[in-house]
């Protein structure tokens, strides 16, 4: 009866799949919700998720991470910095199989967790690195780095650029300081030689709240 009763307060506490999920996922959607439900069931107890993202677990975390999809070069190599849970990384993963997903992420226990949700869910395209990113300088490029939630952009370039293949791109997800960040790292941005700066929003006509991404490209122009 006890497992019975925290079964119910689960599906009650947890947010209902909303209508884009289905859009943004598209034929990945069934992979995609077993993500979510085993995220949902296992997330809070791992320290994945905190106590209050349930009702909002959709929205706020697999979906904001989900808008990302489209912007990836499709057959590229794309790597995560400091997937914890996996957002945007697996989620990434799970809806792009076309692209080759490098999660790179310093906790063990988080790197665990990744990895068994990569081998339950069948991702062949999808591989977890343990450490930090600075670890990964120069043992290979991508064509594309993301990173959600981890730090200030002054901190993230020199963190990340070292990672990418000449003209490789820059994939922020951010919150409503960015431009206040953009300004605070100008001086890291030139000596990086980051360029074609932009704030896209993205998921504004499916979501109830757009996703900030800084998208930038690295390298000498032509």
């Given amino acids: 009866m006890k497992h019975e009763d925290q079964g119910e307060s689960l599906a009650v506490a947890l947010e209902a799949e909303p209508a884009a999920a289905a859009v943004l996922a598209g034929d990945r959607i069934e992979v995609l919700r077993e993500f979510a439900a085993d995220l949902a069931a296992r997330g809070e107890e791992l320290g994945l998720i905190g106590p209050l993202e349930l009702p909002r677990l959709w929205t706020r975390h697999l979906l904001n991470s989900a808008v990302l999809a489209p912007l990836l070069r499709e057959g590229g190599r794309v790597a995560d910095i400091g997937t914890g849970g996996g957002m945007p990384g697996l989620v990434l993963g799970i809806i792009r199989p076309d ?124």
């Fill in 99 to 222: 692209v080759e997903m490098y999660l790179i992420e310093p906790m063990e226990r988080r790197c665990a967790w990744l990895t068994e949700q990569i081998e339950r869910l069948g991702l062949t395209n999808t591989h977890v690195k343990r450490g930090r990113a600075e670890e990964f300088h120069g043992a290979f490029e991508v064509d594309q780095v993301t990173a959600r939630a981890v730090t200030a952009l002054r901190k993230l370039v020199p963190l990340t650029v070292p990672l990418l293949r000449e003209d490789g791109e820059l994939l922020f997800l951010k919150g409503a300081a960015i431009h206040d960040e953009i300004e605070a790292a100008q001086k890291v941005l030139r000596k990086y030689k980051v360029r074609d700066v932009e704030v896209t929003e993205l998921g504004a006509d499916l979501l109830t709240e757009s996703t900030r991404v800084f998208r930038a490209k690295v390298g000498i122009h032509g």
